[in-house]
């Protein structure tokens, strides 16, 4: 398998930034333990501060055929970007949602997520093991459609 790892804004900030909501590992931390925790899989990390950057990932992905599922956290991007939204719909590639924190325990505005209904799943409230059920998610997805 070949999957994108794509993060949003603010998220490049992680370790650093408010570490007793998001955790102490840093976002280069995360990506190398998915990577160490799945040597099958070949991975493409991607992170963006800015909208328009993560839809053309996405597209280039879509395009290319490069991978075969991509795992988001899209940070604040989730609770208002359209843009991202649509962007997931326009594409055929699996798109799983993962957040570290539990959105659903947090302030009311993050209780709502315009790419869940586009997404194929959601996964919220794990710290960085979010993002390894997201691999072990799309893997399951993967396994389903070639069965
Ligand atoms: C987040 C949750 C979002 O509400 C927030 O804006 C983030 C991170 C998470 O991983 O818990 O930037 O997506």
């Given at each position: 398998h070949s999957f994108l790892v794509l993060n949003g804004p603010n998220l490049s900030r992680l370790g650093k930034r408010e570490p007793e909501i998001y955790?102490?590992?840093?976002l280069d931390d995360i990506n190398r333990g998915l990577a160490d925790a799945f040597p099958d899989i070949t991975f493409e990390f991607y992170q963006s501060e800015y909208e328009g950057a993560l839809l053309e990932k996405l597209f280039e992905c879509e395009d290319k055929g490069s991978v075969d599922g991509i795992i988001l956290?899209?940070?604040?991007?989730?609770?208002?970007s359209v843009a991202l939204r649509d962007a997931i719909s326009a594409i055929r590639i699996p798109v799983i949602e993962v957040h570290?924190?539990?959105?659903?325990?947090?302030e009311e505005f993050r209780r709502?997520?315009?790419i869940s209904e586009v997404c194929a799943g959601v996964i919220s409230?794990?710290?960085?093991?979010s993002y390894h059920l997201g691999v072990q998610a799309l893997m399951a997805k993967a396994a389903e459609k070639s069965s």
């Open positions: 955790g102490c590992l840093g956290n899209a940070g604040a991007f989730t609770h208002y570290l924190s539990n959105i659903y325990a947090r709502h997520s315009v409230g794990f710290g960085s093991l």
